[in-house]
């Protein structure tokens, strides 16, 4: 348990944002610094809502900070 | 990988790509170590702990005495007194982890393992009070085997409920800390 097929930038993020730390980052989304680490670690994939604020705080495009991972269970998009 | 060996991964980079961060880098290291329990894990094992070590008592003393076969002549009282005793050691230990550590509200991840929790808890709750309605039909049924060793009174009867309360509370502290280790 823990692997969600979603992979994140956040610790990259973090540091090339002068080094914001975890307490920093949980604050501006509206989390506890417990949540940012599972996130992080990949043990627990947030809500598309606390997705945005993060990469609202990083100021990207959400797709720059979760890269989700294709997997066999995943269909060709239809045309 | 391991989680530790990705620590460590990560700050070997930071000071190889930015040699001039090695302090920021050490003090983040420290930050990644220091993922002990969080004040909601804290809280929920003290009342984990407590739950299992007042009512383990309890019940102890209930399964002795019933098998002394000895009247419990302060059973309402016993009981009484064990939640009491249960209500103050959870006050005064959410107090001191209160004081200790900082309480921070409850986020979506908290409410998410919340739930989940819950569920395995009300699958126990209903697993034995189903139980519970199985051997009642049974004893007291249109005819009461021999072979059942115990009469169903009622204190007996609401004995095997708080029993299968406590475990579904059990069952819940339990997940809670499962889900916040092992993620979901």
């Keep these: 348990m823990g692997a969600t097929g979603i992979r994140n930038r956040i610790r990259e993020l973090r540091f090339h944002t002068g080094e914001m730390t975890q307490q920093a980052l949980a604050e501006r989304i509206g989390v506890t610094r417990q949540t940012v680490i599972a996130i992080e670690q990949g043990k627990y994939s947030p809500s598309l809502e606390a997705a945005f604020r993060i990469a609202l705080a990083f100021g990207v495009p959400l797709e720059q900070v979760f890269l989700y991972d294709r997997g066999p269970q995943d269909g060709r998009p239809s045309s | ?92 230990y959410q107090i001191v982890i209160a004081v200790v550590d900082q309480p921070s509200p409850k986020d979506e991840r908290d409410r998410l393992v919340d739930g989940k929790a819950n569920r395995n808890a009300y699958a126990i709750l209903v697993l034995g009070l ?12 249109v005819s009461s085997p021999e072979w059942v060793p115990v009469a169903l009174t009622p204190f007996l009867l609401a004995q095997a409920m708080l029993a299968s309360l406590v475990a579904a509370e059990v069952v819940k502290g339990v997940s809670q800390l499962y889900y916040y280790r092992a993620g979901f």
């Design chain 2, 130 to 141: 189903a139980l519970l309605i199985t051997c009642v039909l049974i004893v007291d049924g």
């Design chain 2, 1 to 92: 990988m391991a989680r530790s060996d990705e620590s460590v991964m990560y700050t070997m980079i930071d000071i190889r790509i930015n040699k001039g961060y090695i302090v920021y880098s050490r003090q983040d290291a420290k930050e990644e170590s220091r993922v002990n329990l969080s004040f909601q894990e804290k809280s929920i094992a003290g009342s984990v702990a407590a739950t299992v070590l007042v009512y383990g008592n309890y019940f102890a003393e209930s399964i002795l005495g019933w098998q002394s076969r000895t009247p419990d002549e302060n059973a309402a009282g016993r009981l009484l007194g064990t939640i009491g005793l249960l209500v103050v050691i959870e006050v005064v």
